[in-house]
């Protein structure tokens, strides 16, 4: 089993939808968590951290699950520029030092 | 002008090959990271450094090597270059922060390389 798991997608949206992605992960000592955004053929780069009373930036709406282990992504009114892959990624203790495990993404391509 | 710059941006070399990428960061951070990247898989581990003397291997680690020249400059090596090391390489760095809980990485454009 991998140690974080996200649907692939892609996920088709047209501009104006909301859109929620889903991440599980598989190590309950998992101390924190976030979302990367990597856009096609670039490096991935930090979109929001996850907390667990839930946060919102703008349109963007991240929850955290303890209990279920489980991470959600909420963009609201997607504009064409949201298209990207979304990483769900966890921040957790290993052989000393606190390591982040990255998901594979979460495709989504908006379009008008 | 970009913070963590990777070179070269794009390889093609042949099985069997010494190839070295290498890293260089202007943020100041003391830790280091090498990742690869392959389709359908999520970013993963090569090897990692605290600081300059401090030098530890990521999970696959196998004909990998590194080396840590100054603060701001990480190299990684493949000593016999082989297909299955076709991927995009990341370098990513990170500031050492009190209690260590809160790790964002920032990453180099990354390095498209092809083994024949």
């Known amino acids: 089993r991998k140690e974080v798991e996200q649907d692939p997608g892609p996920f088709n949206v047209p501009e104006g939808a909301t859109v929620a992605f889903n991440c599980t992960y598989s190590?309950?000592?998992?101390?924190?968590f976030f979302w990367y955004r990597q856009d096609c053929r670039k490096e991935p780069k930090l979109l929001m951290s996850v907390y667990s009373s839930g946060n919102e930036d703008g349109r963007f709406t991240a929850q955290l699950n303890r209990a279920s282990q489980y991470i959600s992504l909420l963009i609201r009114d997607s504009k064409l520029s949201d298209s990207a892959t979304y990483l769900c990624v966890v921040n957790m203790l290993s052989g000393g030092y606190n390591k982040l495990i990255f998901g594979a993404g979460t495709r989504l391509a908006v379009h008008p | 002008d970009a913070d963590v710059t990777q070179t070269p941006r794009n390889r093609i070399t042949k099985t069997g090959k010494r190839i070295m990428l290498e890293c260089s960061q202007t943020?100041?951070?003391?830790?280091m990271y090498w990742y690869r990247q392959d389709p359908g898989l999520g970013l993963r581990l090569i090897y990692y450094?605290?600081?300059?003397?401090?030098?530890n291997k990521g999970e696959i680690s196998d004909g990998y090597s590194v080396s840590r020249q100054a603060q701001a400059k990480f190299s990684l090596s493949l000593e016999s270059a082989i297909p299955n090391q076709t991927a995009l390489y990341f370098c990513?760095?990170?500031?050492?922060?009190?209690?260590?809980?809160?790790?964002?990485?920032?990453f180099g454009p990354g390095t498209r390389l092809t083994v024949l």
């Open positions: 450094s605290f600081d300059v003397k401090d030098i």
């Open positions: 190590n309950s000592a998992s101390q924190s």
């Open positions: 943020k100041g951070h003391d830790r």
């Open positions: 990513a760095t990170s500031d050492t922060l009190a209690g260590d809980s809160y790790n964002e990485q920032f």
